[in-house]
């Protein structure tokens, strides 16, 4: 994932959840459980998969933007996203359950 920003981050919370658990802070069980399955292709990755397939063709494939799409991964927006993760009441009952 790390070809995008998006992947970036949460790659690097990822990282981050299981050095927690080779530290024993909590459990690989549990950090598992918590796993969201997303992925954030590349445009070009999309067309190689559907290529390869065979079993269908492109006929028109559009980019749909988003504001944050071509905004740097600066310090302070990776901040941002690791922070909202980290922060308000998810934060104390995400720990609060890794910790038990």
């Known amino acids: 994932?790390?070809?995008?920003?998006?992947g970036n981050v949460f790659d690097?919370?990822?990282?981050?959840?299981?050095d927690m658990a080779k530290?024993?802070?909590?459990?690989?069980?549990?950090?598992?459980?918590?796993?969201?399955?997303?992925?954030?292709?590349q445009f070009s990755e999309v067309r190689g998969v559907i290529e390869h397939n065979g079993s269908f063709?492109?006929?028109l494939m559009?980019?749909?933007s988003h504001p944050l799409d071509?905004?740097?991964?600066?310090?302070r927006l990776y901040h941002f996203h690791v922070s909202s993760f980290s922060h308000n009441n998810?934060?104390?009952?995400?720990?609060?359950?890794?910790s038990q």
Do not use: A, H, N
Request: proline share 6%; with cysteine; glycine share 4%.
């Open 57 to 59: 063709t492109i006929e």
């Open 12 to 18: 690097t919370v990822g990282d981050c959840l299981m």
């Open 23 to 41: 530290l024993g802070v909590t459990s690989e069980e549990k950090i598992e459980l918590f796993s969201l399955p997303m992925y954030f292709p």
């Open 62 to 64: 559009e980019t749909i």
């Open 70 to 75: 071509d905004t740097p991964l600066t310090q």
């Open 1 to 6: 994932m790390y070809e995008t920003w998006q």
């Open 90 to 98: 998810r934060r104390k009952t995400f720990w609060r359950w890794c």
